[in-house]
């Protein structure tokens, strides 16, 4: 089971990039997947997650109309487009993925994770 992101970088506030997240070892179908960030001197934090079920989404307050999480289970693929991005947005970024059929998705408690891609925003 190996999850692989992507499409960070450097990027001037108010900027926008794509993350990717494709999955191999398991059928992408019957799992949840979140993207969590962690800044440096931070602690981890949950970002946003998409249902297997449905694929609602759900975000962190912060991001809220500047993120948004789509899958495409033929591709193996989740994505994480980031529009109007900030400074305080620099982290790295991981996505996980749990299996979890259904049309809610955790906050927390993943058991699959991938290695991580650095966004640096600067202002």
């Known amino acids: 089971v190996q999850l692989q992101a992507s499409g960070g970088g450097l990027v001037q506030s108010g900027g926008s990039l794509r993350l990717s997240c494709e999955v191999s070892?398991?059928?992408?179908?019957?799992?949840?997947i979140g993207w969590f960030r962690q800044a440096p001197g931070k602690e981890r934090e949950w970002v946003s997650c998409?249902?297997?079920?449905?694929?609602?989404?759900y975000y962190r307050d912060s991001v809220k109309g500047r993120f948004t999480i789509s899958r495409v289970n033929a591709k193996n693929t989740v994505y994480l487009q980031m529009n109007s991005l900030k400074p305080e947005d620099t982290a790295v970024y991981y996505c996980?993925?749990?299996?979890?059929?259904?049309?809610?998705?955790?906050?927390?408690?993943?058991?699959?994770w991938g290695q991580g891609t650095l966004v640096t925003v600067s202002s």
């Open positions: 996980a993925a749990d299996f979890v059929m259904a049309s809610i998705c955790p906050y927390e408690s993943y058991e699959y």
């Open positions: 070892g398991f059928t992408l179908d019957y799992y949840a």
């Open positions: 998409i249902s297997s079920i449905d694929s609602n989404t």
